[in-house]
């Protein structure tokens, strides 16, 4: 059974910092890609970053580009995304999701329970 | 970056009735390359269809796909109690992968 399991979310004032886990099981790790996707209160999904297999290849949304990083722990099946200079519209519910393939062009067919994001003074 | 429009926002419908949600890429999304969700309230999105049509594993055949190109639909044939939630769209044939707003169905 494939199981995503997120944490590190909080609460963290404008300009801030925080790092997300996803902790991954129930399927091998190495030949997926997988995301991070966000869901500000009351609003939709949005894409937020994604990485290879290896970890060779990343992959930001142009809100997030240059402040984010996602980087990933193939001994330990985990996933990581460092949050840097936090802004008010960052906050949502971030999820974990696995891509379908190993290709970055894919959708997501598992996806975490979320971490919640609250970035205010 | 693609942007998909879902309509209509909110569809309000009783339990046995039929659903139909569209979605439309604002560009040609290549090879049918599009997938549907469905959220509850406090829980994950869970996938329902990938590549227009196909049904994920476990997803009744209550649920359907279809479309092309710049038009898609989902189609809930028959209403169950359970499937009163949000409906997102997302294209993953163009970079950035990209959702469309949802459509609520709630019962009527």
């Known amino acids: 059974e494939v199981q995503l399991l997120e944490s590190g979310g909080g609460l963290v004032q404008p300009g801030g910092s925080l790092r997300l886990s996803c902790a991954a099981s129930?399927?091998?790790?190495?030949?997926?890609?997988m995301n991070w996707v966000r869901q500000a209160p009351g609003k939709g999904l949005e894409w937020v970053s994604g990485?290879?297999?290896?970890?060779?290849?990343?992959y930001y949304a142009d809100s997030v580009r240059g402040r984010f990083t996602i980087s990933r722990d193939t001994s330990k099946n985990t996933v990581f995304l460092q949050m840097n200079s936090l802004r008010a519209d960052d906050t949502a519910v971030y999820y974990c999701a696995k891509s379908d393939s190993s290709n970055y062009y894919g959708y997501f067919d598992y996806w975490g329970q979320g971490t919640l994001v609250t970035v205010s003074s | 970056e693609i942007v998909l429009t879902q309509s209509p926002g909110t569809l309000s419908l009783s339990p046995g009735e039929r659903a139909t949600l569209s979605c439309r890429p604002s560009h040609t999304v290549s090879s049918s390359y599009l997938a549907w969700y469905q959220q509850k309230p406090g829980q994950a999105p869970r996938f329902l269809i990938s590549g227009a049509s196909n049904r994920a594993t476990g997803i009744p055949d209550r649920f359907s796909g279809s479309g092309s190109g710049t038009e898609f639909t989902l189609t809930i044939s028959r209403l169950e109690p359970e499937d009163f939630a949000v409906y997102y769209c997302q294209q993953y044939g163009s970079s950035p992968l990209t959702f469309g707003g949802g459509t609520k169905v709630e019962i009527k």
């Open positions: 990485i290879s297999g290896s970890g060779g290849s990343t």
């Open positions: 129930g399927f091998s790790f190495r030949n997926y890609v």
